[in-house]
Structure formats: structure tokens, C-alpha cells
């Protein structure tokens, strides 16, 4: 066997997810893990990554308190599927986003969490810093999951787009017939956690019922859709530093309509409406495609009400999940640092630029030994 251990946090802020992956012949998802977010770390990020501003001395801290979350998570992942650290070839952890900001005359990006601390305290080597890399070569630093999905979900003979909902909603567009793309295509679950967490002091909207007892604001999805950034052409990537209750306050603001007429919960039902709508718009250009499958992963695969509207606005479109083809929706991006994690100890390039933007493929990740 050629394990790999992925753990990937995303915007969602929700928690770590772990999973673990055999290389040895393609790629089989051994097993998998979630743990929650400690509630006084996820309190601290939220506001960091609200504001974009904090003191030196706090980020410092929150780096090493992920470091510590991260080290935590594999231990007990380890333990509880009775295995040794000897057994696992390397970690592949994407770390936390803080800050995402490709554009400009300084193009960076920031994910934090100590990796010195990982691979210290699992005794071993850990992978990390994918996106900078890319970055440096001019690309995006993201997306960085099409190469893995390529890699698993494409077939010959069909057009497969596969739609993360995270925090943000990112597509994968796997046409047989060109090159593969990706790129973020607009919020996915981000504004109505932040929506609902306001309101009803709710991590998430479960199986959407909040928003099911709301109805579409159509003036305000229409404001919503036209967000500059659901024009731009790929490549592109999006996050927290716009979809965010500043920029979702904004949009109620400009409305005609007094704040007294709607309620908070048609909010969050054209929140979703948003969702769905701003991905089928996106998907539309490939209507003339023949035997097109949408397969949806993240936590969006399971919010009933997304899957519905998919399902409604994309008729000609044969809507399903990941879990279809062996990969449970909860897991395919951290199964995909794992497979980032492996890459780079086989030295492989693992970047594609017809998704970044990248002028050329490497091998993503910096390795911590052990």
C-alpha cells in the first residue's frame, strides 16, 4: 500500500476533514474523518477572515493553534483506524485560507497553520503551501483540485463538470475533447452560513429547511447576479474577501424594496436561489455538449433544496453526486491534497496551467520532514 493522508479546511469554516488514500494502484479512498472546529479557533478566524486585519501576535498564535488542530486530528485519525505513522508516506494539508489575492501588482495568497508543529508531532513528513508555487509562475494559485478530479472522474466518452460547494462553488469542466478547466465560479454555501449564523445562531442551514420556508426576492437575486465578478473569464478565483455579509448587506441596501417587506428567511431562500443560479447560468455555454453529467461534491451535495434547483434549471443534464463513482461528496478535496501530497514526493507536476493560469506544470507543495 501507498498511503497518503489529505486534510483539507475550507472557507465553510466547519471543521477537518481527513482522508486517506492508496496510491499504489490509482487512487482508493481507504477511509475518512471529520472533526469539528473547536468553537474558540473558528470565533478568532471568523473574525480575521471578516476583516482581513488582525495584530502580528494573534496571527502568529492562530497559525500555531491550527498547527496544533491539524497534528490533534491525525493522531486520533491514526489511532482510531490502528495504524502507525511509519505506515503513511506523507500528509498533503492544505492549511487554512486566510487571505486569497491573485489580482494586483503583488499577487499572493496566505494559508496558515504550522506545519513545523504537524510533522513534529506525528512524526510525519507534511506537505503544504501548494498554492504558492503556481502563483509564482504566474497562475492563480487555485484551483487546485481539476488535476485530481481529471485524474478520477474523467470518461472518454462523456462531458463531466464536476461543481465543488464549499464555502465557494468551484467547477471542474472535464470535456474529452479539449483541455481540462477549472475555476471558481461564484458563493456556494458561504453567504447563507453566514446568513443563518446571524440570524438564528446556526453553524448551517440543515437539508436547507430554513430557506424552504422563505420565497425568491427576485430583485435581489438579481442584484446579487450581477456581481462583476460572475462576468469575468476564467481563470479566476473568488473567496471570503468578497462573498461576505459586508457585500451581502450591500446588496440589501440597493434594493428598492424597504428592508420591513421581506423576511430573513427569503433571504436565505434567494441565497440558495443565487447558488444554483449563478452555476446553471455558468453551465449554460455547454448546452450544444452531448452526454453531459454534473457531478456535485462538497457539503452543497447535500443540501436537498441546490440539488433540487440543479436538477430544475439543468434539464438536459444528468445531475448526480461523486458518490456515484466511489468518492463521498464530504471528502473529495481532502482525498485530492492527499493525491497533491503524493505528487510531490514522486516529483510529478501536479498544477495544470489550462486552470491557473500557471505557465508551466510543477510539482505543487513544500515538504516538512519528519
Known amino acids: ?52 486585519e488582525t495584530s502580528l501576535q494573534k496571527l502568529g498564535e492562530i497559525d500555531y493553534r491550527l498547527g496544533v488542530l491539524y497534528a490533534d486530528c491525525v493522531n486520533e485519525f491514526l489511532a482510531k483506524n490502528q495504524l502507525k505513522p511509519s505506515q503513511i508516506e506523507a500528509i498533503g494539508c492544505h492549511g487554512q485560507t486566510v487571505w486569497h ?8 495568497t496566505m494559508q496558515i497553520g504550522d506545519m513545523n ?21 504566474g497562475g ?15 470518461r472518454p466518452n462523456q462531458f463531466t463538470v464536476v461543481l465543488n460547494i464549499g464555502g465557494i462553488s468551484n467547477i471542474s469542466v472535464l470535456n474529452p475533447k479539449a483541455q481540462t478547466i477549472g475555476y471558481d465560479v461564484s458563493v ?3 453567504l447563507m452560513d453566514s446568513w443563518i449564523e446571524k440570524h438564528l445562531g446556526k453553524r448551517y442551514d440543515k437539508n436547507a429547511e430554513w430557506a424552504k420556508t422563505g420565497k425568491v426576492i427576485p430583485e435581489f437575486l438579481a442584484e446579487m447576479l450581477s456581481e462583476p465578478f460572475l462576468q469575468l473569464p476564467p481563470p479566476k478565483s473568488t473567496g471570503r474577501e468578497l462573498f461576505n455579509l459586508a457585500w451581502l448587506e ?78 463521498n461528496v464530504d471528502y473529495v478535496e481532502a482525498a485530492a491534497f492527499a493525491w497533491l501530497a503524493y505528487c510531490r514526493m514522486e516529483n510529478l507536476p501536479s498544477n495544470m496551467p489550462s486552470v491557473t493560469g500557471s505557465s508551466q506544470a510543477v510539482s505543487l507543495g513544500v515538504i516538512f520532514p519528519k
Open 101 to 108: 489575492a491573485p489580482q494586483g501588482n503583488f499577487p499572493f
Open 250 to 327: 450591500k446588496q440589501l441596501a440597493n434594493l428598492t424594496v424597504k428592508s420591513t417587506a421581506y423576511k430573513v428567511e427569503d433571504v436565505q431562500r434567494t441565497l440558495a436561489e443565487f447558488t444554483a443560479q449563478s452555476v446553471s447560468r455558468e453551465l449554460s455555454q455547454w448546452k450544444n455538449e452531448p452526454n453531459k453529467v454534473l457531478l456535485v461534491c462538497g457539503g452543497g451535495a447535500r443540501n436537498p433544496l441546490l440539488m433540487e434547483r440543479f436538477n430544475a434549471l439543468l434539464p438536459d443534464w444528468c445531475v448526480g453526486t461523486t458518490n456515484d463513482y466511489g468518492v
Open 117 to 137: 508543529v504537524v510533522s513534529a508531532r506525528t512524526g510525519i513528513t507534511t506537505i503544504a503551501d501548494f498554492r504558492r508555487k503556481d502563483m509564482a509562475f
Open 1 to 52: 500500500m501507498k498511503l497518503y493522508l489529505g486534510i483539507m479546511s475550507g472557507t465553510s469554516l466547519d471543521g477537518v476533514d481527513l482522508a486517506l488514500v492508496d496510491f499504489e494502484n490509482g487512487a482508493k479512498l481507504e477511509a475518512s474523518r471529520f472533526v469539528s472546529m473547536p468553537e474558540a479557533l473558528r470565533a478568532d478566524l471568523s473574525v480575521l477572515l471578516k476583516s482581513g
Open 188 to 190: 456556494g454555501n458561504a
Open 140 to 154: 492563480q494559485g487555485a484551483p487546485l483540485v481539476p488535476a485530481f478530479h481529471e485524474a478520477i472522474f474523467a
